[in-house]
């Protein structure tokens, strides 16, 4: 491991609050300014986010999209597979959800599942995991010289704090969602997923297509991380937008508009 690859030995602490929220709205700002620009240029991106369960992705997305259009960044989550997707090319169902000009697609999990999910969890066979290794860099290479911006990021989190985010999702009604039928079994085959993460990066790590790794104990750290190295990829200027007034309410065909609500179902307003 090189000395730029190794964690901070400053950021042995967990991020402040405060700090962070002051960081984010930083950058969330610039995310706004990179949103105008691309739907200004007419540019194409997308961006992969997979990782080990519990290492932050939903967070991280959450932390990406919630101050920008959603027109713009649109996040796709696929669920399994159905009967009729299965007969299908196995990239066809991603590739539905491609950008047109001016968008930026983020996947939650993405055509990566056969080289992960898939593979560990013998969803398919050891040919159609071979051949997906074979040729997913020749299917991104085409998209890339398509004009689409291929950004892929994997969340690495460690052992034990993947336990202890399994361990809190088991406990909190809040979070128990969270825990899909594949989490559990996944922790048991740690050492698996961690092989498949490897014959991953490998074969699909490649120049017109590189993976970047994004350590994610730290949340807060791993989130400000994502959203700074995304905002360095993508080079943007400022869109010129033009002074917008206020018009003035017209006051014509006025009437009483609150007198005729009375006698109408009200929300309780109970805070």
């Excluded at 402040?16 to 990179?34: I, N």
Aim: glycine content about 6%; proline content about 5%; aromatic content about 10%.
């Amino acid at each position: 491991m090189s000395k730029k690859d190794k964690p901070n030995s400053d950021h042995s602490e967990k991020l402040k609050g405060k700090k962070y929220l002051k960081e984010l709205r930083k950058l969330q700002g610039e995310l706004c300014h990179l949103q105008e620009w691309v739907k200004y240029k007419g540019l194409r991106v997308i961006i992969v986010f997979e990782g080990r369960d519990a290492a932050g992705k939903g967070g991280t997305i959450r932390a990406l999209t919630e101050r920008v259009s959603p027109r713009v960044f649109r996040v796709v989550a696929l669920p399994a597979p159905s009967d009729r997707e299965k007969s299908q090319l196995y990239m066809q169902r991603y590739m539905q959800h491609f950008p047109a000009k001016g968008e930026i697609v983020i996947f939650d999990r993405s055509w990566y599942n056969r080289l992960g999910v898939e593979y560990v969890m013998g969803f398919c066979t050891k040919e159609q995991h071979t051949g997906f290794l074979e040729n997913c860099p020749e299917l991104e290479k085409y998209l890339v010289a398509g004009g689409i911006q291929l950004i892929k990021i994997w969340l690495e989190s460690s052992d034990q704090e993947q336990k202890r985010r399994f361990e809190a999702r088991m406990k909190d009604p809040l979070r128990q969602w969270k825990l899909s039928p594949m989490d559990l079994p996944s922790r048991t085959k740690w050492f698996e997923y961690s092989r498949a993460r490897d014959l991953m990066f490998k074969a699909t790590d490649t120049k017109h297509a590189p993976w970047f790794i994004l350590r994610s104990d730290d949340k807060k750290r791993a989130r400000l991380n994502c959203i700074h190295h995304i905002l360095s990829l993508v080079p943007y200027k400022k869109v010129p937008r033009e002074q917008v007034k206020l018009p003035k309410r017209s006051m014509k065909h006025a009437y009483d508009d609150e007198a005729t609500l009375k006698g109408r179902k009200f929300v309780a307003e109970k805070y």
